[in-house]
């Protein structure tokens, strides 16, 4: 079946550093996009999303990045801190059913 | 604005046991998801409402959950007679509408251990 998964399991970074997080996804019929963020004992929170029709959208120290060409998402996190420590994960939908698919996340570290 | 609400946060029960979950979505939004996650794992899709109606119930384990949301605003879900794998976070979440775009918000999940 379908599905989104992610190329590093685990991610390092010291305090300060821009964060890169990827995402390959298999269903080219996708049109959404979302990243979330989610902390221990936490339910997922929205980080942010893009369209199909977009390849970049900024938010408030966050990037995400669309390449539809070869299926991928990514999500830049600019002067990385201790906060930003979490599990991340990049999910899909299609217009014709409003399903999210999520894959199985990235463990971002932030080392101080 | 309040959040999605959820409860019991934790419950451990015995396998063969019943267990239900309850959940109280945004304000005002039509569209209610229940979602397991296992540990280690992302989030899957059991069931998705739309009001009081089921969208999608593909990946609900008939047999043995089910999930009710008679008024349209808060859901139960239930799992009866439990099993060891399903032990997992229960996250309850809700979207204003079925467009894609609408952002989906969650609860912080009710907590199942199966032993």
């Known amino acids: 079946g379908e599905s989104v998964g992610l190329h590093l399991p685990t991610l390092s970074v010291q305090e300060g550093d821009n964060s890169i997080i990827n995402c390959a996804y298999s269903?080219?019929?996708?049109?959404?996009f979302i990243w979330y963020k989610q902390e221990s004992g936490k339910g997922p929170q929205f980080i942010i999303d893009?369209?199909?029709?977009?390849d970049k959208r900024q938010g408030q120290r966050v990037t995400v990045l669309l390449n539809k060409t070869v299926k991928h998402l990514s999500l830049q996190i600019a002067a990385t801190q201790p906060g930003d420590s979490a599990v991340y994960f990049c999910?899909?939908?299609?217009?014709?059913?409003?399903?999210?698919?999520f894959g199985k996340g990235t463990l971002l570290t932030v080392n101080p | 604005e309040a959040g999605v609400a959820q409860s019991p946060r934790y419950k451990i029960i015995e396998k063969r046991q019943s267990v239900a979950f309850w959940c109280n979505p945004i304000?005002?939004?039509?569209?209610l998801y229940w979602y397991q996650q296992i540990l280690g794992q992302g989030p899957k899709l059991l069931i998705q409402?739309?009001?009081?109606?089921?969208?999608?119930d593909s990946q609900l384990p008939k047999d043995r959950f089910s999930a009710e949301r008679l008024k349209g605003v808060d859901s139960t879900l239930k799992i009866q007679p439990a099993k060891l794998e399903d032990s997992a976070v229960y996250l309850c979440?809700?979207?204003?509408?079925?467009?894609?775009?609408?952002?989906?918000?969650f609860g912080e999940g009710s907590w199942l251990t199966v032993v």
């Open positions: 409402f739309q009001n009081n109606g089921v969208v999608d």
């Open positions: 979440a809700s979207s204003s509408g079925l467009s894609s775009g609408n952002t989906i918000y």
């Open positions: 999910a899909e939908s299609m217009s014709s059913n409003y399903k999210l698919t």
């Open positions: 269903n080219s019929a996708s049109d959404y």
């Open positions: 893009i369209r199909s029709n977009m």
């Open positions: 304000s005002g939004h039509a569209t």
